[in-house]
């Protein structure tokens, strides 16, 4: 837009997010009300990601604003101060994270992680699925905490060898990785419980003369012979 819903909202971000305060957080929810306004999203699915600092206020922000945010995926971010987790809601999370990060230490993720799938009363037992498919990082496993309220899932990719830098990570051309983030989002909006695939896309904008279908559990929007 012209700036003007915005404005005034944006932090300090010589010193990084603000994560003791409201001010970023205002601002995310101003410019959600703009896109809302220009493009009539659906605003109960819209979904937060970030990379390292950026994932820790993903995190930040679903906590401050849970009726706004479906789910959390976040690359090699969390707090790094360790408090706690207060969520008023089940909260999805997809969370990827290196184990060589000398950034971000790995080492804390699975106790910042397990605040959150104790938040959402997951059970402790996770599914575990080792070499799980990732052309850029070969041993890949996926822990994922289910039977949580509300059908959440709290996911975490854990990737061998991977440090804090994400370069040539998602450049596969079968961008598996991408596909499998907008699977995991596109079960929730901010309502309790999963979303049937028919309920995801009945509420997405097309032009007219478009028409929407699922591929392998992606949207597909074409129009013209284009995708």
Known sequence: RDGEAVSGSWGNMSSGWDMDGMKDVNFMLDMIDAVKADYNIDDTRV??????????????????????????????????????????????VFHFHGTSDNIMDY?????????????????????????????AIAN???TTYINCDCEVE???????????????????????????????????????????PEEAIENIVAEPAATKRIDDGVLVIERGGKT
């Open 47 to 92: 979904y937060m990601t970030g990379y390292s600092m950026g994932g820790a206020f993903a995190y930040y922000m679903a906590q401050k604003a849970p009726d706004r945010v479906a789910a959390v995926v976040s690359f090699s971010g969390y707090d790094i101060l360790g408090g706690s987790v207060s969520c008023s809601r089940p909260m999805p």
């Open 107 to 135: 080492n804390y993720v699975a106790g910042y992680l397990r605040k959150w799938y104790n938040n959402s009363s997951c059970s402790s037992s996770p599914v575990v699925q080792n070499k799980y498919p990732c052309p």
């Open 140 to 142: 890949a496993t996926l």
């Open 154 to 196: 709290v996911k975490l990719l854990n990737l061998p060898g991977l440090g804090h830098d994400y370069d040539g990570f998602f450049n596969h051309s079968d961008n598996k990785q991408v596909k499998d983030i907008i699977k995991f989002c596109k079960q929730y909006n901010t309502s309790c419980g999963k979303i049937s």
